[in-house]
């Protein structure tokens, strides 16, 4: 299976339908995700990344309906991670002489990876290597989201190939953004962008900004995951400049779980007292809640509320995991606050104050706490904090 892009650039890659988990699974991906290759055919015949390794031999077979796999001269990798690398060491026992084209730091990531004596090439930003009518121009992106990334523009046709850049976790019967549901693109999309690229969004900025200075027209962008942006392409990188720029939303986040509902009672409580003032409010027990899913909320959110009882001296194991990305994520322009219900000791409360300083969140104020479940003069309380919590978040 292929789909031709634009005249001798074809799109070579596979559609998995059924991946749900990304990273391990660190990444929830309900939609599948797709590998993205994309085979040049000019008087070199090139390509640009491969698929993940179990989808080698469908890569062969898709460049094999165009051209014999032996005939590519030049493999551009960019970026090492295995779900566009993958492909290369059966695609090099096809092409063994090709050169392989990486950034500095993808010669020591692809060799990390597959400790084998290829051929490489190293290029730095600016570069360009001829394929016949068109050329190659190289940008490197480093920590976008790898230091090895690089993004790969073809001259001609003007195809930026960002690899993970603009991608989005969506395996879709079409290849291109105009023939998909725009708000099912745009949620993955984001969703992508949240948990992978956030604690890199002021290199996102400068990249653009670098990027749109090179006065490349732009046609076509083909990132290596989801769909490709042939449509108004340029829109995803508007987007992608107001997502970097997070600017939340006066809205209000609860993530939180109780084991019999007393820290559950404090936060409807709280809920009232945000209502009153007119603030929206979302509750997403953690329990239960995908946490990718939950983390792109808080990414929206200008006010984020942890909420827990104490479990053996300290927070219910369940909210660990989204502590610990709401850290990695460095989200910028965040508020918050801690809750929670306990029996004796009651520490889960200032554990997590704790925590929101290592993530850098201020403290909108001190946490509230209840005794066993929450009395009417308990719940007035927290309606109150609500009230307060409700006039910070207005006041951004
Ligand atoms: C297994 C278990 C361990 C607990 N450990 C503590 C603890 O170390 N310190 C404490 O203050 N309360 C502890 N508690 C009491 C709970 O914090 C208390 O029942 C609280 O009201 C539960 O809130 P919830 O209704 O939101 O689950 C524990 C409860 C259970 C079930
Ligand atoms: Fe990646
Ligand atoms: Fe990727």
Redesign the pocket.
Known sequence: MHTELKKGVYWVGVVDWDLKAFHGHELSTHRGSTYNSYLIVDKKIVLVDTVWGPFQDRLIENIREIIDPSKIDIVVANHAETDHSGGLPLLMTHCPNATLVVSKRGAESIEGHYHKQWTFQTVKTGDKINVGSNDLIFVEAPMLHWPDSMFTYLTGHNILMPNDGFGQHYATAFRFNDQVNESELYEEALKYYVNILTPFSDRVLKKIEEVLALNLPVDIIAPSHGVIWRKDPLQIVKKYQEWAAQKPEQKVVFLY????????K?AEAIGEGLAEKGVQFKLINMGVSDRNDALVEVFKARTVLVG???????P?STMMPVLEDLRGLKFQNKIGAAF?????????VKIIEEHFAKCKIPLIREGIRC???PSQKDLEDCRAFGREIADATLKQ
């Not at 929670?340 to 889960?348: D, I, L, T, V």
């Open positions: 779980d109780s084991m019999w509902h007393g820290t559950l404090m827990s009882p104490t479990l053996n001296n300290g219910i929670g219900s306990y029996g004796w000791s009651g520490e889960a005794k066993w479940q």
